[in-house]
């Protein structure tokens, strides 16, 4: 499997912005369906937002529509994830996944059993 090291999460105060970043090590993703992932304190990672390796289209979770957008360069092998707005339930460790098992973004978003790299913590205060 694909993974990955983020980076650039942070402290910062509710409507601040941040802008994480995801290397993939080993692979070359540029026909993976990739996506960030949030893990809340006692629970699996859930989906935030995906984008497709084929036609770039991308999918949100609703609480970050609006606020989130998922780009990539596949050059660099790195997916970022651009964040504003940001409100403390935006709180936990993000992830990065790929796959090409996938047959659309909403399912890569709600898709499981991925192997997570180190994360990187976002918090949000109020």
């Known amino acids: 499997q694909v993974t990955f090291v983020e980076s650039g999460g942070g402290s910062v105060q509710s409507g601040g912005s941040l802008r994480l970043s995801c290397v993939a090590s080993?692979?070359?993703?540029?026909?993976?369906?990739v996506g960030w992932f949030r893990r809340d304190p006692g629970k699996e990672p859930e989906g935030v937002s995906c984008?497709?390796?084929?036609?770039?289209?991308?999918y949100y979770e609703d609480s970050v529509k609006g606020r989130f957008t998922i780009s990539r360069d596949n050059a660099k092998n790195t997916v970022y994830l651009e964040m504003i707005s940001l409100k403390p339930e935006d709180t936990g460790v993000y992830y990065c996944?790929?796959?090409?098992?996938?047959?659309?973004?909403?399912?890569?978003?709600?898709?499981?059993?991925?192997?997570w790299g180190p994360g990187t913590q976002v918090t949000v205060s109020l």
């Open positions: 996944a790929a796959t090409r098992r996938v047959p659309n973004v909403h399912s890569m978003c709600r898709a499981s059993g991925f192997s």
């Open positions: 080993m692979y070359t993703i540029d026909q993976y369906t």
């Open positions: 984008m497709s390796g084929s036609d770039d289209s991308t």
